[in-house]
């Protein structure tokens, strides 16, 4: 080969192999993912260090070699690279703007267009992020801990607007692994506090909301709000009303209803996607609910479509106001999505009224209760209350006993993992 590459070239490769080797040696834990042992009998340690910053290697040859190590091989297409500076913009601002359609269209395209140089550096990452990027948005899943670190090793490899999707989904899909505290570490090696980006603001407000920052967020929602309001962006102030309003329904009793007109003037313009709706109107149904304010709480919680088991909180506040329990039917494909206590408590749902109080009593203590997740404290709270209308009618008061002491099991199982 030894044919000069040019900067461009160079940066892209070098990038792509620190990501990958670096990746490797933090995943694996294998001696040879080290530099001295990466880059033995092909370039020197500081050739490798050069190489991996983006720059240094004069030959193709060399390139050629660690990429091989890396199970990859070289590509460069320069009419691609157009392309994906196109297709980034468009998912960038499908991101931004909550267009799930836009992102939808262009990340297809984009993969398409990838597919063919999957086991390519620097091509095969960029496949890889955008399939992040799909899994995360699209499909509303998780992002595997392992899948965050190599996420976590492509920042800086391909653009400032791919950087602030990348630590987007990183932070979002630590911050809803339950039970972890990896998205503070997140949070703070990406100083999202003074990201630019939309996404990340909102990502801001919830770390503030989840660590009880009542001071930082109070400042940060008025700026928020004042600038998303001028720019029109009714989608992220739908997000950031979303994010707080729980939070604020333990210290402020009107703001609840303040929101509610906000939020449905917003709504009459007709401009939020109906999954952001329905997650809305289900974030205020809990705020609703924590002021014991069932009959509001049922209003908006019956907007919430399928999006989220509203069902549990349709249901348990039907039972509050001594109302015949009426909830959505998911077929077994749709359960499917739910943790096995969620599907549990649909099951004592759909049953409640059916037979006696006695059966529902024993199904919550022997089917629920044992799986319920401890982190999930306000469907414990749920599940607790439900409990003990049930030990109303039954007189079992010692299954109060039991359950409380469960709880308390599960929940010290928990911390020690």
């Not at 003037?265 to 401009?271: S, T």
């Not at 409640?352 to 982190?375: C, D, H, Q």
């Amino acid at each position: 080969m030894n044919m000069e590459l040019t900067k461009k070239q160079m940066k892209m490769y070098g990038l792509s192999i620190r990501t990958n080797r670096s990746y490797n040696l933090e995943t694996a834990q294998a001696r040879k993912w080290t530099q001295n042992l990466f880059c033995e009998s092909i370039c020197s340690v500081n050739t490798l260090i050069n190489i991996e910053k983006g720059g240094a290697g004069r030959f193709e040859d060399t390139y050629a070699e660690l990429a091989k190590k890396l199970n990859l091989r070289l590509m460069y297409n320069p009419n691609m690279n157009k392309r994906v500076y196109y297709y980034t913009k468009y998912m960038y601002e499908g991101v931004e703007y909550y267009d799930l359609a836009k992102l939808e269209k262009y990340s297809e395209k984009c993969l398409t267009m990838l597919e063919p140089y999957r086991d390519c550096l620097w091509y095969g990452d960029l496949y890889r992020a955008v399939q992040a990027l799909v899994e995360h948005y699209l499909r509303q899943q998780l992002v595997s801990k392992d899948k965050r670190i190599l996420l976590s090793k492509m920042i800086g490899e391909f653009s400032k607007r791919w950087d602030d999707l990348l630590k987007s989904i990183i932070f979002c899909s630590a911050f809803h692994d339950l039970g972890s505290e990896e998205y503070k570490m997140w949070f703070n090696e990406f100083k999202l506090a003074n990201n630019r980006a939309a996404c990340n603001k909102v990502n801001t407000v919830m770390f503030y909301v989840a660590n009880e920052y009542t001071k930082r967020l109070q400042n940060l929602y008025k700026v928020l709000e004042m600038e998303w309001e001028e720019n029109k962006n009714y989608i992220r102030l739908i997000d950031m009303y979303s994010s707080t309003v729980v939070f604020n329904s333990f210290y402020d009793i009107t703001e609840i209803d303040e929101v509610k007109t906000k939020v449905e003037e917003i709504l009459a313009k007709g401009c939020v996607p109906d999954y952001k709706e329905a997650e809305c109107n289900y974030n205020m149904g809990m705020a609703y609910y924590r002021l014991r304010q069932y009959d509001k709480s049922l209003e908006v919680m019956r907007r919430t479509a399928k999006i989220r088991p509203a069902f549990i909180f349709i249901a348990h506040m039907q039972r509050k106001l001594g109302i015949p329990v009426k909830i959505e039917t998911y077929s077994d494909d749709e359960l499917k999505r739910f943790t096995g206590d969620i599907k549990g408590i649909y099951r004592y749902y759909d049953e409640i009224g059916k037979i006696s109080a006695v059966r529902s009593e024993n199904f919550l203590m022997k089917n629920i209760l044992p799986i319920l997740n401890p982190t999930e404290k306000i469907i414990v709270e749920i599940v607790r209350e439900e409990l003990e209308m049930l030990i109303d009618e039954t007189k079992h008061y010692k299954d109060l006993l039991i359950f409380n002491k469960k709880v308390k099991q599960l929940g010290s199982r928990g911390d020690e993992s």
